[in-house]
Nanobody
Framework: QVQLVESGGGLVQAGGSLRLSCAASGRTFSTYTMAWFRQAPGTEREFVAAISWSGGTTYYADSVKGRFTISRDNAKNTVYLQMNSLRPEDTAVYYC??????????????????WGQGTQVTVSS
């Protein structure tokens, strides 16, 4: 069983920055594809970014490309999401997810096996 714990959310003004962290339990974190999703009230959970097990490959949603950066530190069992130039439409609960089954990167939420509890990000205009 893998446990994921997100941190770093909060309230920020438009144009500001936040850095989310997701700490994972377990000795096999370095083999997992990791991703961030977000969900705003009344909407479906949407893909934000993903990173391969080695960190060598990353994917981003078009809406965050150029503003957000996903990274990982396998020695610390942690994945990060650096969010710059934040916009009010980035307001959502952000979830960390782990795919323990595949070496491929998927943008579908149902491809991920483990989820964190979420951290709220609110961007004021």
């Amino acid at each position: 069983q893998v446990q994921l714990v997100e941190s770093g959310g909060g309230l920020v003004q438009a144009g500001g920055s936040l850095r989310l962290s997701c700490a994972a339990s377990g000795r096999t974190f370095s083999t997992y594809t990791m991703a961030w999703f977000r969900q705003a009230p009344g909407t479906e959970r949407e893909f934000v970014a993903a990173i391969s097990w080695s960190g060598g490959t990353t994917y981003y949603a078009d809406s965050v490309k150029g503003r957000f950066t996903i990274s990982r530190d396998n020695a610390k069992n942690t994945v990060y999401l650096q969010m710059n130039s934040l916009r009010p439409e980035d307001t959502a609960v952000y979830y960390c997810a782990a795919d323990a089954q595949s070496r491929f990167i998927f943008k579908r939420a149902d491809a991920y096996d483990y989820w964190g509890q979420g951290t709220q990000v609110t961007v004021s205009s």
